[in-house]
């Protein structure tokens, strides 16, 4: 969603997407860039259906990052 060498800055724009995006929002620290990631997707399907419906929100330079996620934040959907 977001990317920045300031965590200050990377927070407030966290806070402006958490009010847009209230689920699935995470900040993380990838030396040396603060980055605001969204989503907790099993498959790429899902994730390409939430970056078209974002898309259409108009939220624009969405890209899907693979990354590993944990077990606990995945719906009930999502574990089926």
Same mark, same amino acid.
Do not use: C, H, M
């Given at each position: 969603?977001f990317?920045?060498?300031?965590?200050?800055?990377?927070?407030?724009?966290?806070? &402006?997407?958490?009010?847009?995006?209230?689920?699935?929002?995470?900040?993380?620290?990838?030396?040396?860039?603060? &980055?605001?990631?969204?989503?907790?997707?099993?498959? &790429?399907?899902q994730?390409?259906?939430?970056?078209?419906?974002?898309?259409?929100?108009?939220?624009?330079?969405?890209?899907?990052?693979?990354?590993?996620?944990?077990?606990?934040?995945?719906?009930?959907?999502? &574990?089926?």
């Open positions: 969603v990317e920045s060498s300031s965590v200050e800055e990377a927070n407030r724009i966290l806070r &402006k997407f958490d009010r847009a995006l209230p689920d699935s929002l995470y900040l993380v620290f990838e030396a040396p860039l603060y &980055k605001i990631r969204y989503g907790n997707f099993v498959t &790429k399907n994730a390409d259906a939430t970056k078209e419906t974002l898309a259409k929100k108009g939220y624009k330079n969405i890209w899907i990052v693979r990354s590993r996620i944990e077990q606990g934040r995945l719906s009930k959907d999502q &574990k089926n």
